[in-house]
C-alpha cells in the first residue's frame, strides 16, 4: 500500500496515545487496508467488532451484539435517561473468558461505523466501564472507529425511533452520550486509490456533498443508456437498491443460458450463523455464468480479489470452477477456500489476547453477478457497472452505487439519477464540515504522545479507585458488623484512615515534581531525569504497598455465617487486590525504564492475574474461636435444623454472635442466657429452655463445673423437647396441652409436629384437618415462589404457620417418594 501522511498519522495516534480516532475517507481511500495492517503492526491489545455479520467477517473480527451480547433493538441506559431502566432484552451476564478479554483490552475497533447506532455504543460503554475503569469514558478502551457517514447509515425502525429520540437527537454514532464526552479526533484519508479520474472524482464528491452542479449531472448523465444490453464477455454487473431486483435479474440470466446446472454446497464447521454467509450456501451456477469473487485471494498468486467480475468458462469434474476476467489474458482455475469464524480468548500461557476459531464456512468465492445490491457492494470496486439508483431510499446509497467504479467510462445508468435520488442528511454534512476544518496536526500528535505516556504514570500513581472500594469495603463491614467477626474490619480502616492518607500525599507530592521534570522535556520514554526519579518512586511506593496493605490484610482473618455478606466481603477483597496488582506488576515494571508498549503489556497481563493473596485471604475465612468449639458446633447443628422446620434464614433463627456466646458463657438458666447478646424474650420463649438444656448436657458430658446457680437449674432432661412434645403427642395429648405441660408456645409445638410430619412418623392430619389441607395445598401450588408469611396471608385467618408447614412437609415427602419410585 502506498504510503500517505493522513494514514501515517491514524497509525501513530492508534499506536502511541488513547485518543478515540474516528477513522474516515472518502470511498477507495484505503480505510479496509489500514485496518489490516493495523492488526499486524501494532502492539495493542484489540479486538475488531463490526454491525453486520458479513462485515465482521470481511474485518476479521466478530459483531458487536455477539461480543457485547447486545439486544437487536433500542437500548436505554441508566446514564442517558439519568435513572435505572430495565432493559429485559439485556443478557450481559459475561464469562469469565469475556470479562478477561475486557479487563485486559487497549484498543476496540468498530468497523462500518456508520451503520452503528449511538444508543450502541452507549450501551458498550457502560459494558466497559463496569469491567474495566467506570470513570473514564469506555472504561478507558481506546476506540478506532473506521467508516464513511456518506455511505449506509443505522437502521432504526419506526417504532425504535419514537422511544429513542426522547435522549437522542438522531441516531447516527457521534450523537452517543458517551463519545461526547470522550476525547475524540477524526483522520480523515484523502488520497483516492480506487479512482485516478479528476473529472469522474469531482462528481463523486459533489454527490457525496449533496452539491452536483449542472454541469457535473450532464456529464454524468452522458453515460445514461437506455435498454443497455452489454454482451456477455464484457463483465458489466448492475447494482440496484432492493435484494428482489437483484435476484429476479440474476435467475433470468441464469435461465437464459443453456446447458446443466451445477449445484456445489458449502461444508459448514462449528459455529457459523446463516446471516455471516458470505456466499450462498447452495451455489446454483452454469458454464457461461457471470460471477464476482467475494473474497481475495488466499494463495501467493494473489489471481482475484473480492469484487473482480468474470464469466464460468468450464467446470472441471465437478472440482474447479475456470472463471476467465475481461481484463485477463489466462482464466482462473478456482478452488474453494474458507472463511474463518473467530471469537476472542485468552491464551493462558502469554496472556495475549488470542483469536480463537469456533467455525468455518467452505465454499467457491463466487456469486451470480449480473446484479447485486447496493447495499452487498460497499467495500468493492468494479470495472464495469450498470447503476439503477432511480429507486433509491436512503442517505448515501447513489454515492455507494457510483463510487464503486473505477472509471467513468466503465459506468453505464440504466435510469436517469433524479435529485430525489441523492440523498444526503443535512446532519451528517454539518458533521463532515466540521471534522473537515478540526484535522489534527503534526503538532496534535506529538502534545497527545506525551499526555498519553503521563496518563499511564499517573494511573499508576492514583489512588481514586483503590480508595473508593476500601470505602465501600468498610460500609459493608460496618453494615453487617453484627453478623461478621474477625480482625479485617478494624484492618480496613486502619489502612483507609492512616496507610493511604501517607500514601496519597506523597503520591501528589509526587506527581507535582514529575510535571515540574516535564517543562524542559515532555518525552518520559527520553527524559533521563524523569526515569530516574520514577526509579526510585517506583522502589518507594512498590514498598509501601507491600507492608501497609498487603502484610495487614494477609494478616486478617473473618467469619461470618450470612452468605451475602461473605460474598460482598470477598468481592470486595478480589477488586481490592486486582487494583493493587495491576500497580505492583507496574511499578515492577517502571523499576527498570518506563516504555509505553512495556507498561501496556504488564498492565494487561497483571489483569488476568489471579491474585495468591486473595486466595490466601479466602482460606483465612476461618471457624469462629470459641472456649467450647464442640459446643459451638452443636448449637450451629441445631440452628440448621431450625432453619428447616421454620422455614426461616440462619440470623432469624439465631446470630452468629449469639452462638458464639452461648459457647463462651455456658448460661445455665434462663436469667443467664438472657444476658447473652442477641437474646430477648422471644428468643427465651420460643428456643430457651431447649437452649439450656443443650448447654447442661454438654457441661455434664465433659464434666465441666456449673455456674454458682446451678443449684436453682433443673437437671438436664434426657430427651429433647421435640421428642418430648412427639412422645407427648402418641400419648394422646392435644397441641395446648404439650405445650402448657412443657412451657412452650403453641406455634413452638406444631413447629416440633411438623419436623415429624416431614420425616413420616406422623400423618398430616396430625396437624391439619382435610378441609384445611385442601385449602393450603391449592394455595401452595398456585405461588410456588411465595414466602410463608405471603401464603399466610392468602389464607383464612384461623390457619396457623405450623398448618401450612405441616402441609408443605407432606408434599415434599410425597414428592421425594415419588422420585424414588
Request: charged letters at 25%; hydrophobic letters at 35%.
Amino acid at each position: 500500500m502506498q504510503k500517505n501522511h493522513e494514514l501515517e498519522l491514524a497509525f501513530e495516534f492508534v499506536q502511541y496515545t488513547n485518543r478515540n480516532i474516528f477513522l474516515t475517507g472518502k470511498a477507495g481511500t484505503g480505510k479496509t487496508t489500514f485496518l489490516k495492517s493495523l492488526k499486524t503492526r501494532s502492539h495493542k491489545r484489540m479486538v475488531v467488532v463490526a454491525p453486520t455479520g458479513v462485515a465482521a467477517i470481511n474485518a476479521g473480527g466478530v459483531t458487536i451484539h455477539s461480543f457485547f451480547q447486545l439486544p437487536f433493538g433500542p437500548i436505554i441506559t441508566e446514564k442517558v435517561a439519568g435513572y435505572k431502566i430495565n432493559n429485559p432484552n439485556v443478557q450481559q451476564k459475561f464469562n469469565s473468558r469475556k470479562i478477561n478479554i475486557i479487563k485486559s483490552l487497549d484498543l476496540l475497533v468498530i468497523d462500518e461505523i456508520s451503520m452503528v447506532r449511538a444508543d450502541m455504543l452507549d450501551a458498550i460503554d457502560e459494558i466497559l466501564r463496569k469491567y474495566k475503569n467506570r470513570f473514564q469514558p469506555f472504561g478507558g478502551v481506546q476506540l478506532l472507529m473506521i467508516g464513511d457517514l456518506q455511505q449506509l447509515a443505522p437502521v432504526v425502525k419506526d417504532d425504535e425511533w419514537s422511544l429513542l429520540k426522547k435522549y437522542y437527537q438522531s441516531m447516527y454514532f457521534f450523537n452517543s452520550k458517551s463519545l461526547i464526552e470522550a476525547d475524540m479526533i477524526t483522520v480523515e484519508l484523502k488520497y483516492v486509490y480506487r479512482q485516478a479520474d479528476e473529472k469522474f472524482l469531482k462528481i463523486l464528491n459533489q454527490i457525496r456533498n449533496d452539491k452536483l452542479s449542472k454541469e457535473s449531472y450532464d456529464i454524468l448523465h452522458e453515460r445514461y443508456i437506455s435498454d443497455f444490453k452489454p454482451n456477455e464477455s464484457e463483465g458489466y454487473i448492475t447494482l440496484t437498491t432492493h435484494n428482489a431486483s437483484a435476484n429476479k435479474t440474476n435467475e433470468e440470466h441464469l435461465l437464459l443460458i443453456k446447458g446443466k446446472t451445477f449445484k456445489f454446497s458449502a461444508k459448514i464447521k462449528g459455529q457459523f450463523s446463516e446471516y455471516s454467509f458470505p456466499t450462498d450456501e447452495i451455489l446454483e451456477l452454469k458454464i457461461g455464468s457471470q460471477v464476482m469473487y467475494v473474497k481475495n485471494d488466499s494463495s501467493l498468486e494473489k489471481r482475484y480479489f473480492n469484487g473482480k467480475i468474470g464469466t464460468i468458462t468450464d467446470i472441471l469434474d465437478n472440482e474447479i470452477i475456470v472463471v476467465k476476467c475481461p481484463e485477463d489474458e489466462e482464466p482462473i482455475y478456482t478452488s474453494t477456500e474458507i472463511w474463518e469464524n473467530i471469537k476472542y480468548s485468552i491464551d493462558d500461557k502469554t496472556k495475549d489476547i488470542k483469536e480463537e476459531f469456533v467455525g468455518s464456512f467452505e465454499q467457491y468465492p463466487l456469486r451470480l453477478a449480473w446484479a447485486i445490491t447496493i447495499h452487498k457492494s460497499q467495500g468493492l470496486t468494479f470495472e464495469k457497472a450498470i447503476i439503477d439508483a432511480a429507486s433509491a431510499f436512503a442517505h448515501g446509497q447513489t454515492y455507494v452505487a457510483l463510487s464503486r467504479c473505477k472509471t467513468l467510462e466503465g459506468l453505464v445508468l440504466s435510469s436517469k439519477i433524479s435529485n430525489n435520488a441523492i440523498i444526503c442528511d443535512r446532519e451528517v454534512s454539518a458533521f463532515n464540515n466540521k471534522i473537515e476544518e478540526n484535522q489534527p496536526t503534526d503538532d496534535d500528535l506529538l502534545k497527545s504522545k506525551y499526555k498519553y505516556q503521563l496518563s499511564l504514570i499517573n494511573e499508576i500513581f492514583n489512588y481514586k479507585q483503590l480508595t473508593y472500594r476500601l470505602e465501600h469495603f468498610e460500609k459493608i463491614i460496618e453494615d453487617n458488623h453484627k453478623i461478621v467477626h474477625g480482625t479485617l474490619g478494624e484492618i480496613i480502616m486502619n489502612i483507609q484512615r492512616t496507610a493511604m492518607p501517607e500514601i496519597i500525599k506523597v503520591a501528589l507530592n509526587f506527581g507535582a515534581h514529575l510535571n515540574h521534570y516535564l517543562l524542559e522535556n515532555p518525552d518520559i520514554e527520553s527524559n533521563s531525569l524523569v526515569q530516574e526519579r520514577l526509579k526510585k518512586a517506583s522502589e518507594y511506593f512498590y514498598e509501601q504497598h507491600q507492608e501497609k496493605i498487603f502484610k495487614p490484610l494477609n494478616n486478617s482473618s473473618f467469619a461470618t455465617d450470612n452468605k451475602v455478606a461473605k460474598k460482598s466481603i470477598n468481592d470486595q477483597l478480589a477488586s481490592i487486590y486486582a487494583i493493587l496488582t495491576i500497580k505492583q506488576r507496574c511499578l515492577e515494571a517502571c523499576k527498570n525504564g518506563f516504555t509505553t508498549e512495556k507498561i501496556l503489556d504488564v498492565r494487561a497481563k497483571a489483569a488476568l492475574e489471579k491474585s495468591e493473596e486473595t486466595t490466601k485471604l479466602k482460606v483465612r475465612t476461618k471457624e469462629v474461636e470459641t472456649k467450647h468449639p464442640e459446643l459451638y458446633s452443636l448449637l450451629k447443628y441445631w440452628r440448621q435444623e431450625q432453619v428447616n422446620i421454620l422455614q426461616q434464614s440462619h440470623y432469624q433463627i439465631a446470630t452468629q454472635k449469639m452462638l458464639q456466646g452461648i459457647a463462651n458463657e455456658l448460661p445455665c438458666t434462663l436469667n443467664q442466657l438472657q444476658k447473652i447478646n442477641g437474646v430477648g424474650k422471644v428468643k427465651i420463649q420460643q428456643f430457651g429452655e431447649e437452649l439450656v438444656s443443650m448447654v447442661l448436657e454438654y457441661i455434664e458430658e465433659k464434666g465441666l463445673e456449673r455456674t454458682p446457680l446451678e443449684a436453682d437449674i433443673i437437671k438436664p432432661k434426657k430427651i429433647s423437647n421435640k421428642d418430648m412434645s412427639f412422645k407427648l403427642f402418641n400419648e394422646g395429648k392435644t397441641i395446648d396441652e404439650i405445650a402448657k405441660t412443657c412451657g412452650f408456645v403453641k406455634s413452638t409445638i406444631e413447629n416440633h409436629i411438623s419436623y415429624f410430619i416431614n420425616i413420616g412418623k406422623l400423618p398430616m392430619e396430625a396437624l391439619v384437618d382435610d378441609k384445611k389441607a385442601k385449602i393450603i395445598m391449592e394455595t401452595l401450588k398456585k405461588n410456588p415462589e411465595s414466602s410463608f408469611t405471603e401464603i399466610k396471608e392468602m389464607l383464612p385467618i384461623d390457619i396457623s404457620f405450623g398448618q401450612i408447614r405441616a402441609v408443605k412437609s407432606f408434599l415434599e415427602q410425597q414428592k421425594t417418594d415419588n422420585q424414588n419410585d
